[in-house]
């Protein structure tokens, strides 16, 4: 019980711990944080967010701001997406990579523009458990003498709301419209009539947006939208949605290890339009010879669930390992993700999972599992 104790108590909790707390939501430990794991039930959380709107605490996410002269061209040499091709008010998910070409994690890249002197800024999310890992890589691989870098981390909420209707809970709190702002778009803008960072992203599938604020402004608005009959959504049902719509998730699916072109992520690769980067002569090589796995989506049948961690067979031999898999709550059958020699990844593909030292039939399907129709 100490023990319990004293890991409770060095874990991070961020501004919006003691709303949970109120809400009666159970805590888990999640990448050095006590979050939400769920607050009314995972399926009830996970259907609010596909048919109205739930609303996530992510302020746990790592938070950077960077400003400097010729900013987006050092950033070119960290990831294989060509950020040139951002306008201001845009943004581009993408990965940092190592120079063997693995992923030291996927981030999402905020252009803000530049100013009269020439100095661009840019926002940057990165995830929780590897923000200080991060923050060195970045900081290592700048001109600190060109770019200033902040870590926003610490001071900032962030808050996802996700869901069809979203927009709508949203609007009542923004003065500016928040229409027109297309999907990966952002601007900042007055919430609650204080100033914020709203950008048309998210990790569920849905339309949706994610939300940047001070910590007082964080509290009025998650107590607003929860009035107003936002559901509270925890990491649980996080889980579900991104699965279903087959995002991968850092430490699971992708890692140091993993190459964007093995991980599905090969839209990310812009070998053509852009210079050197870390790890593009791996990245090529694989583009020329083609990878020897994939990451693939897996469905297997009734209620055998192919759980992170379980081998993936063919014709009785070990091929490969799941790397995410759940019961699927909208389409009401297991799904997961797993990585497989190349040759057996094709759609179709008949393979066995083993679960429980049984191996249960498995089929590869098409990705994302699910689809939104109702995004904005």
Known sequence: MANQQETAETLARTPLYQLGVELKARFTSFGGWEMPV??????????????????????????????????????????????????????????????????????????????????QQAFIIVNAATTSKDKAWILQH???????FQDLSPAKVLIALQGPKAINYLQPFVKKDLQPIKAFAHLETTILDKPGFIARTGYTGEDGFEILVDPEVGIELWRSLYDAGVTPCGLGARDTLRLEAAMALYGQDIDDKTTPLEAGLGWLVHLDTKGDFIGRSVLEQQKATGVQRRLVGLQTQGR??????????????????????????????????????????????HLEVE???????????????YRSSKKG
């Open 142 to 148: 700048l001109d600190q003498n060109q770019v200033q």
């Open 355 to 369: 679960i429980r030292g049984k191996a249960y039939p498995a089929f590869v399907v098409k990705r994302p599992f």
């Open 304 to 349: 055998n669930i192919a759980r992170h961690g379980y081998q993936v067979l063919s014709e009785g031999k070990v091929v490969g390992e799941v790397t995410s898999g759940t019961l699927s709550p909208t389409l009401g059958y297991p799904v997961a993700l797993a990585y497989v020699p190349s040759k057996l990844a094709k759609v179709g593909q």
């Open 38 to 119: 769920q607050f009314t039930g995972i399926s009830r959380e996970h259907e609010a967010v596909r048919n109205t709107a739930g609303m996530f605490d992510i302020s746990h996410m790592g938070k950077f701001t960077l400003q400097g002269k010729n900013l987006i061209s050092q950033l070119q040499g960290l990831v294989p997406s060509d950020l040139s091709r951002l306008q201001p008010g845009q943004a581009q998910y993408t990965v940092l990579l190592n120079p063997q070409g693995g992923i030291i994690d996927d981030i999402i890249v905020y252009y803000q523009g530049e100013d009269r002197t020439g100095t």
